[in-house]
């Protein structure tokens, strides 16, 4: 009897000691392009176009000190990014028009093979880590902010997919108004 009250508790003990992490919601993009885990409560905003591209956003805010934002960018039909282009300048351009500290600035692929810059920050007591993703024609931006203790970063990148390339998108066919022919 002694023995299964000590092995109880060491199992306990493993279990705190380990931490049991409480499950994340996973968000699946309506257009099915990708998923991400992110901790409750979930705010997304419907696609919209600015300028020459469309954005989603999905964000997590769990208290006021540490908030997750995953932001796809596409261009609108006829438009064609540089995926590599949008990489190469995203981390120095971001710091100088916020005036940040970059504290990270690597370029590599993630585990499915996508190629991904790594970026960190700081200013005034905040910390923002970003990655972001090229999916073809889509640029994945996964941003952390956080003061004080360090949200779980790692499981918020590792908890993304991206399920389908964006692929180029041709302007729709315009046709004449009524009582109009083309010229042939």
């Known amino acids: 009897m002694a023995r299964r009250c000590r092995l109880g508790v060491a199992v306990a003990v493993l279990v705190l000691a380990g931490g049991c992490k409480p499950s994340w919601p996973r968000y699946h993009a309506p257009d099915g392009t990708f998923s991400v885990e992110l901790p409750p409560p979930l705010r997304t905003d419907a696609e919209r176009t600015e300028g020459n591209q469309r954005l989603l956003s999905v964000e997590s805010r769990g208290n006021e000190d540490q908030a997750f934002l995953v932001q796809r960018r596409r261009p609108v039909p006829g438009r064609r990014l540089d995926p590599e282009g949008v990489l190469d ?12 500290v970059i504290t990270t600035d690597a370029r590599g692929k993630r585990r499915d093979g996508r190629p991904a810059q790594t970026c960190a ?3 005034e007591g905040l910390e923002i880590r970003i990655q972001v993703v090229a999916a073809g024609q ?4 996964l ?3 956080w003061r004080g203790p360090a949200p779980d970063v790692d499981r918020f990148l590792e908890g993304f997919r991206v399920a389908t390339n964006c692929e180029e998108e041709q302007p729709a066919a315009t046709t004449p108004p009524l009582g109009e022919t083309r010229a042939q």
């Open 89 to 100: 300048g995203f981390c120095p351009e971001f710091a100088r028009a916020r005036d940040y």
């Open 121 to 123: 920050f700081q200013t």
């Open 138 to 141: 889509c640029i994945y931006t």
């Open 143 to 145: 941003m952390a902010m």
